[in-house]
């Protein structure tokens, strides 16, 4: 009964049944959005409006399906997947390849009818034809008149390598899911904070209890003013508050401590520090006007103690200037840094205050994975290595040869013209 399982488990059409299911599953959390919060699934999967008649947010929080890839029922069908794959190589990958390093001799001519190349000779010796043979790079086994001989056996390893790869994958996504976590800060520069804002996280993770610092933030623009790169400079801090390590990070760039990666994700523009003419510095917050792609943030400045006069702030970039507007909302100039505007007080714009977005993430399934796929990329190079077998029969003054190979069937069929003609 046992036996009987473990060879379901390795059967080709289960494991099959089982990538299809992963597929399909995969295909779910692809078009169904992952990790968001209930308010944006019960504006999107509304109850009385359910989408193909069944599916609303409701269904979608019962099943995992706001976070598929880390439900306990998909990482099963992933263990079993790996499951099907180890039984294979175990059952069938391991006894195949111990059998093709057998001497397989033929003990009659009727033998070679079963090979697609065959022939009998009459013009060559046997020490001849060993001879082509051994030039040819093929090992040769020989018991008084019969031959046996392959070559490329490295080549039947391949599939093995194979599953072992899918295996390393395998185990790297399921440590990834249950230890990883995924955190979105938007931080003020010269702020310090912790990781704070989880987005998504395993089951087993543990947050890391890391101080960092961002020293500064800037934009470079392009000659048309648009954005061409985001710069933060990010300090790592002891629980002293020493500085461990720091590096300015720009997007696909990260710093990187203790297998937790900061990268650059996001930027915002949080208030103006203006200066009054009593010298006086105020700080203004901006409010986000995003649209269409577009960042651009104001503010309000009154100039009258009733808050009924002032003007309106705009700000669209990090360049170091913003445009002004009157009560009319008619453009009245543009004030940069350290810049005073006079229309009914005079006002000092001392500084644009912005933040950084920071997505902080830690995966430590990483190194298996590509691991996993640096042998699936080294069993494809071998998985080129053609495993080819030669048997001869000599009788008489004849001597049958007959020849197979897995691949390359051309090639082979022009290395054994060559061998016998």
């Known amino acids: 009964m046992k036996q009987s399982v473990f060879r379901f488990l390795a059967d080709l059409r289960f494991a099959i049944s089982i990538l299809l299911i992963i597929a399909s599953c995969s295909v779910i959390g692809t078009v169904i959005e992952q990790d968001q919060s209930i308010e944006i699934y019960k504006l999107n999967y509304p109850l009385t409006n359910r989408i193909f008649g069944f599916l609303s947010w409701d269904i979608i929080l019962k099943f995992g399906l706001d976070h598929v890839y880390k439900t306990w029922w998909f990482l099963g069908f992933i263990a079993l997947f790996g499951l099907s794959l180890f039984t294979c190589t175990i059952l069938q990958q391991f006894p195949s390849l111990k059998i093709a390093r057998r001497c397989q001799f033929f003990r009659t001519t009727q033998q070679f009818g079963l090979l697609k190349l065959s022939t009998n000779l009459g013009h060559l010796s046997l020490s001849q034809l060993l001879f082509r043979i051994k030039k040819n790079q093929y090992s040769i086994f020989q018991q008084k008149n019969i031959v046996y001989c392959y070559k490329g056996l490295i080549g039947r390893i391949a599939p093995i390598i194979v599953h072992f790869s899918m295996i390393l994958i395998l185990i790297g996504a399921i440590f990834g899911a249950l230890n990883g976590f995924k955190a979105q800060e938007l931080i003020p520069k010269t702020e310090a904070f912790h990781v704070q804002n989880i987005l998504s996280n395993g089951q087993l993770t543990r947050i890391p209890k890391v101080v960092s610092r961002v020293n500064d933030f800037w934009i470079t623009y392009t000659k048309q003013?648009?954005?061409?790169?985001?710069?933060?400079?990010?300090?790592?801090?002891?629980t002293e508050g020493n500085e461990i390590v720091r590096k300015t990070i720009?997007?696909?760039?990260?710093?990187?401590?203790?297998?937790?990666?900061?990268?650059?994700?996001?930027?915002?523009?949080?208030?103006?520090?203006?200066?009054?003419?009593?010298?006086?510095?105020?700080?203004?917050?901006?409010?986000?006007?995003?649209?269409?792609?577009?960042?651009?943030?104001?503010?309000?400045?009154?100039?009258?103690?009733?808050?009924?006069?002032?003007?309106?702030?705009?700000?669209?970039?990090?360049?170091?200037?913003?445009?002004?507007?009157?009560?009319?909302?008619?453009?009245?100039?543009?004030?940069?840094?350290?810049?005073?505007?006079?229309?009914?007080?005079?006002?000092?714009?001392?500084?644009?205050?912005?933040?950084?977005?920071?997505?902080?993430?830690?995966?430590?399934?990483?190194?298996?994975?590509?691991?996993?796929?640096?042998?699936?990329?080294?069993?494809?190079?071998?998985?080129?290595?053609?495993?080819?077998?030669?048997?001869?029969?000599?009788?008489?003054?004849?001597?049958?040869?007959?020849?197979?190979?897995?691949?390359?069937?051309?090639?082979?069929?022009?290395?054994?013209?060559?061998?016998?003609?």
């Open 225 to 238: 003013a648009t954005v061409a790169q985001f710069y933060s400079d990010v300090s790592i801090l002891n």
């Open 250 to 421: 720009f997007v696909n760039s990260p710093i990187k401590y203790n297998n937790i990666d900061f990268y650059q994700t996001d930027w915002n523009v949080i208030g103006l520090r203006v200066q009054n003419d009593t010298s006086s510095i105020l700080q203004y917050p901006l409010i986000n006007l995003t649209n269409a792609g577009n960042k651009v943030w104001v503010t309000w400045i009154p100039s009258d103690s009733e808050f009924k006069k002032g003007l309106t702030i705009l700000v669209d970039n990090l360049q170091g200037y913003c445009s002004i507007y009157d009560e009319s909302g008619i453009f009245v100039g543009n004030l940069e840094l350290n810049e005073t505007f006079n229309l009914n007080t005079p006002i000092t714009l001392v500084d644009i205050l912005s933040s950084t977005g920071l997505q902080i993430k830690t995966d430590p399934g990483i190194p298996l994975i590509y691991t996993g796929f640096l042998f699936l990329m080294l069993s494809t190079l071998i998985s080129y290595i053609t495993y080819s077998q030669i048997w001869i029969i000599q009788t008489n003054r004849q001597i049958f040869v007959g020849g197979n190979t897995t691949r390359a069937t051309f090639d082979f069929e022009i290395e054994f013209l060559k061998l016998i003609k």
